[in-house]
């Protein structure tokens, strides 16, 4: 029987998500990879304990998570969630809808009513949940009108399958349009997530960061570490027991002489502050006002312990700052 850390509350810092009531930790369990049925079982369980340990009540999935986009994460978690029942109103649990999930038209690409609602309905049996915290809208459909993904959304509130909703991977201009639908509606839209890491700074360009803040939309944002290379594991070229080395991730090209001599000068500037690369990399993001929460992948416990230290050394000086951003040129 698991019996959680008493001691789990003192450390992580918990951040507003945008001006809604909700808190989320500052740093997130993402199950995208290693949660599915290829994974081992006795892992997964050590990594959302270990998580839930730290302070880390927030567990991100998608209806389309796990090997082969069968659902496996969501099955796994729900599982794990079994042995923990007792802990579920301390938890935020989100999901997913938007990526191919069945066969046929109704299960494919898209945000139409009938994809969302039969999508939840889905993922509440495999988590074996009344409901989820956050349901996501995961990518912008350009072939179903925001009314209708939006009344979606709202009706899984609604009808109490949802405490929140979010959207993930829209613009700032598609996520101004939606905004203005739920605000009609009265919906609880709280958060986008996009992908945003120190390598990755499209959410500054695109000004959807400072529309959040302007709006009070919190983001939640994955691939922090720009999958895996702002760690120590690629400081000398690509493992082959790595997702590059197996070809796994489409951007293994990039990891070129350029990109090594950069990320080495980046831990040197990490292991000044006492940090990892890791570490310094989601404290960075965390620099980002709208940013209320950085969603982790691990394969093993001794990541989230490694990544979730990020939160003793969350700030920069302005000279820190300025050989960053000589860096990232």
């Given at each position: 029987?698991?019996?959680?850390?008493?001691?789990?509350?003192?450390?992580?810092?918990y951040?507003?998500?945008?001006?809604?009531?909700?808190?989320?930790?500052?740093?997130?369990?993402g199950?995208?990879?290693?949660?599915?049925?290829?994974?081992?079982?006795?892992?997964?369980?050590?990594?959302?304990?270990?998580?839930?340990?730290?302070?880390?009540?927030?567990?991100?999935?998608?209806n389309?998570?796990?090997?082969?986009?069968?659902?496996?994460?969501?099955e796994?978690?729900?599982?794990?969630?079994?042995?923990?029942r007792?802990?579920?109103?301390e938890?935020?649990?989100?999901?997913?809808?938007?990526y191919?999930?069945?066969?046929?038209?109704?299960?494919?690409?898209?945000?139409?009513?009938?994809y969302?609602?039969?999508?939840?309905?889905?993922s509440?049996?495999?988590?074996?949940?009344?409901?989820?915290?956050?349901?996501?809208?995961?990518?912008?459909?350009?072939?179903?009108?925001?009314?209708?993904?939006?009344?979606?959304?709202?009706?899984?509130?609604?009808?109490?399958?949802?405490?929140?909703?979010?959207?993930?991977?829209?613009n700032k201009?598609?996520t101004?349009?939606?905004?203005k639908?739920?605000?009609?509606?009265?919906?609880?839209?709280?958060?986008?997530?996009?992908?945003?890491s120190?390598?990755?700074?499209?959410?500054?360009?695109?000004?959807?960061?400072?529309?959040?803040?302007e709006?009070?939309?919190?983001?939640?944002v994955?691939?922090?570490?720009?999958?895996?290379?702002?760690?120590?594991?690629?400081?000398n070229g690509?493992?082959?027991?790595?997702?590059?080395?197996?070809?796994e991730?489409?951007?293994?090209?990039?990891?070129?002489?350029k990109?090594?001599?950069?990320?080495?000068?980046?831990?040197?500037i990490a292991?000044?502050?006492?940090?990892?690369?890791?570490q310094?990399?989601?404290?960075?993001?965390l620099?980002?006002?709208?940013?209320?929460?950085?969603?982790i992948?691990?394969?093993?416990?001794?990541?989230?312990?490694?990544?979730?230290?990020c939160?003793?050394?969350?700030?920069f000086?302005?000279?820190?700052?300025?050989?960053?951003e000589?860096i990232?040129?």
């Amino acid at each position: 029987m698991y019996n959680a850390n008493d001691k789990r509350y003192e450390k992580m810092p918990y951040r507003r998500c945008g001006r809604s009531g909700l808190k989320l930790p500052a740093v997130s369990l993402g199950l995208w990879q290693n949660f599915g049925s290829k994974g081992v079982y006795a892992n997964m369980e050590a990594m959302v304990h270990t998580a839930f340990d730290l302070g880390i009540t927030h567990f991100d999935l998608a209806n389309n998570y796990g090997s082969p986009y069968n659902g496996s994460a969501e099955e796994n978690f729900g599982r794990i969630l079994r042995d923990m029942r007792q802990y579920r109103d301390e938890m935020i649990i989100s999901t997913k809808a938007g990526y191919e999930m069945w066969q046929g038209p109704y299960g494919d690409r898209n945000g139409s009513r009938k994809y969302l609602t039969a999508s939840l309905d889905q993922s509440l049996k495999r988590l074996g949940l009344e409901y989820v915290d956050i349901y996501y809208h995961h990518i912008f459909d350009p072939n179903t009108p925001l009314e209708e993904t939006a009344l979606a959304l709202d009706n899984a509130v609604k009808q109490g399958k949802a405490l929140y909703v979010g959207i993930s991977n829209y613009n700032k201009k598609q996520t101004e349009e939606i905004l203005k639908i739920f605000k009609e509606l009265r919906t609880p839209f709280v958060v986008n997530q996009p992908s945003y890491s120190m390598l990755n700074r499209w959410i500054e360009e695109d000004g959807l960061d400072r529309s959040c803040i302007e709006n009070g939309i919190g983001l939640a944002v994955f691939s922090p570490l720009y999958q895996g290379f702002l760690t120590n594991k690629y400081l000398n070229g690509a493992p082959k027991d790595s997702r590059v080395g197996r070809g796994e991730t489409w951007i293994g090209d990039q990891l070129d002489e350029k990109m090594l001599t950069r990320l080495n000068r980046l831990n040197d500037i990490a292991k000044s502050r006492g940090q990892t690369l890791s570490q310094m990399a989601l404290a960075w993001v965390l620099r980002n006002e709208a940013v209320a929460t950085v969603l982790i992948g691990a394969s093993r416990p001794e990541q989230i312990v490694e990544n979730v230290g990020c939160i003793d050394g969350l700030e920069f000086n302005e000279e820190e700052i300025k050989s960053i951003e000589e860096i990232l040129k």
